[in-house]
């Protein structure tokens, strides 16, 4: 039977915390319209406070409304996590309370700069929100049980129990100890977590550099009687080796262990040393305040101080060759629809490449392609399983099969598995599929129609893709794919950088690129896709580059003003089916959303790239290079 007054001390914290929540999220707010340019990060920072707070609405909906029988467990499991997350707002409400204001409404300079580079303390805390909103969600599971042993079965889940202890660690990362021998320096941050323990602590700590500061530390006072000028003479002569062993020297105030340097020749010595080693570590430890360590000292040979001068000399040469290299490349990030991977792959084969993809790339094309025969054939499932030619046939099972075949379900990575095979084979050799295809009033996409006719060779067990199948596929890889072009004296580096791609990472490209392509795909063209856009070009990290759109499938936007009105995605267009007046409203709204007055250049563009698209995109990377380097020579 759970003790009343602790949920009645839970429901008072979780108001309190409520409140400060609320003015954090109400300063946040205010920082955010303040902020002139739209940054993601703080549209993700009010986002995970906001269902922090949700989820603390529900926790004190349950303590108002709670039965008489509940979980001792749950409300001291309850109580934990509130008790985790007083101390996390409260750090929290601490970070933002510090930002100010201008006058004239906007941020400080020196709240700009905090707030940009205190990213370290900022992932941290958003980890934490995430972490906190998830235990929560996991408690109100076990809240809305009215059953004690239901209650019990979820708290002991093992997804419940690692995230409490993960909430454990976090709250004891809070609380910060500070004795009078702490030392806090202007890098010195509110959470103890990152000055206690780090994921590479253990790679550090036994580096050279470490090894010898570590050693220092355990050295403590010397005894007030010195040793002989010969016993150190002699030392300094034991200390050349690389052999250690322990000495117990008794001394008038007991025993006093000291680590010498001894040589030894005998295997069987090698051998106790090494038995031992444990033994006298753990001796060590117990012993360190009255343990007395040597540096250790090795000779440095002629020979070895040249050759470390070489290799010093090596690298500067190095960096001085990158730095070089550096200066005469320049990087294009292309960002926008799917449609971005035909721009990319028609710019690399417009400057006399062989392939668009490398070998490695080709087989990670694999999973995705494999992905797309199968919605291929699901896409001519759906047109049989309507047509008068399959009614009453067996072949309708077979296509209702390949219908709830999910690509989630199946481990593309290592191919199609045997009954799958033998499921799309069944449907592409029916009589009723092979006049589908042959049907001139059938429309398929440019996609379906390749696959399909590659089918049986896509389907063996050894299928490497080509690149024209990495060309004709319509997702592009993941991960970041590459490609280096030849401008004269100069080499620029265009980078895709995929689909699952983390936001710290896109912003990090593009704080280093000299421009952005962005494509817009007009047949699917939507409001999310101006979002992206206008997130894009109003970054504080462009400030210095220019950005190229590009808005594409010009055929398809004309198909789709005849099936669907604008107006339905756009109310505010009156244009009508008329594909100028479309052509220009799209034209007119993104420029207009380009609020940080980014040097830009628009282009309309077919499905099909010919040479003259081409030809136009490389003359407006060619003038955008002209005119940033002039206003970087020649500022305003």
Request: with cysteine; charged share 25%; glycine share 4%.
């Amino acid at each position: 039977m759970a003790d009343p007054l602790s949920i009645i001390g839970t429901a008072g914290a979780i108001a309190n915390i409520i409140d400060v929540l609320t003015k954090t999220i109400t300063t946040v707010c205010d920082m955010r319209q303040a902020w002139k340019i739209a940054d993601l990060a703080v549209f993700a920072f009010e986002n995970q406070l906001n269902l922090l707070k949700f989820a603390l609405f529900e926790i004190q909906k349950w303590t108002e409304s709670r039965s008489d029988e509940q979980s001792h467990q749950l409300v001291m499991q309850v109580d934990s996590c509130v008790t985790c997350c007083r101390l996390l707002i409260g750090k929290i409400d601490g970070e933002v309370s510090q930002f100010e204001k201008t006058v004239a409404g906007g941020l400080e300079l020196g709240s700009k700069l905090s707030f940009l580079f205190k990213t370290k303390d900022m992932e941290q805390i958003q980890r934490m929100v995430d972490q906190q909103t998830h235990t929560l969600t996991l408690l109100l599971s076990a809240c809305n049980s009215n059953a004690l042993e239901e209650q019990t079965r979820i708290l002991q889940q093992p997804k419940t129990i690692q995230a409490l202890e993960v909430m454990d660690r976090d709250t004891a990362s809070l609380i910060v100890h500070r004795d009078s021998d702490s030392i806090v320096t202007a890098t010195s941050v509110s959470s103890s977590r990152w000055s206690v323990q780090f994921a590479f602590d253990r790679e550090l700590f036994i580096s050279k550099v470490y090894d010898k500061w570590i050693r220092k530390l355990a050295t403590t006072r010397r005894s007030s009687s010195h040793r002989p000028d010969d016993a150190t003479q002699r030392d300094h002569q034991l200390i050349s080796a690389n052999q250690t062993s322990l000495t117990n020297q008794p001394t008038d105030d007991g025993q006093q262990t000291t680590l010498t340097q001894t040589e030894t020749n005998t295997s069987e010595e090698l051998y106790l040393s090494s038995a031992n080693f444990g033994e006298r570590m753990n001796s060590l430890t117990r012993t360190a305040m009255g343990i007395e360590m040597q540096p250790l000292r090795r000779s440095r040979t002629t020979s070895s101080l040249e050759l470390q001068t070489k290799e010093s000399q090596r690298i500067d040469q190095n960096l001085k060759d990158d730095l070089k290299s550096a200066k005469r490349e320049i990087k294009v990030v292309i960002l926008g629809s799917k449609s971005r991977k035909r721009v990319f792959e028609e710019m690399r084969l417009s400057d006399g490449q062989p392939q668009c993809y490398t070998t490695e790339q080709l087989r990670l094309f694999r999973p995705i392609i494999l992905g797309t025969v199968l919605e291929s054939v699901q896409f001519l499932a759906k047109k049989l399983l309507v047509s008068e030619a399959t009614r009453g046939d067996a072949i309708q099972t077979f296509l209702e099969d390949v219908l709830i075949c999910g690509k989630q379900d199946l481990d593309l990575d290592n191919g199609f598995e045997p009954w799958v095979v033998q499921l799309l084979r069944t449907i592409m050799e029916h009589a009723a599929t092979k006049a589908l295809m042959t049907d001139e009033t059938l429309v398929l996409p440019e996609d379906v129609d390749y696959f399909l006719n590659h089918i049986e060779r896509i389907m063996q067990d050894d299928y490497v893709p080509t690149d024209s199948d990495a060309i004709n596929c319509p997702t592009p890889l993941p991960g970041c794919v590459e490609a280096a072009f030849n401008m004269g004296q100069l080499t620029m580096r265009l980078t895709d950088l995929g689909n699952a791609i983390k936001r710290a990472k896109v912003f990090s490209q593009l704080e280093t690129a000299t421009a952005v392509i962005f494509v817009f795909d007009l047949s699917s063209l939507n409001d999310e896709a101006f979002l992206r856009y206008e997130s894009t070009v109003n970054l504080h990290w462009l400030r210095n580059s220019f950005i190229i759109v590009i808005l594409n499938n010009s055929k398809g936007f004309a198909k789709r003003l005849t099936n669907k009105p604008l107006s339905d995605e756009f109310p505010d267009y009156t244009g009508g089916d008329d594909e100028g007046n479309a052509s220009k409203y799209i034209l007119s709204k993104v420029k207009a959303l380009n609020r940080s007055d980014l040097r830009s250049y628009v282009h309309f563009t077919n499905a099909v790239y010919d040479d003259g698209d081409l030809y136009r995109i490389w003359r407006f990377l060619q003038d955008g290079i002209i005119h940033r380097s002039l206003r970087l020579l020649v500022p305003n």
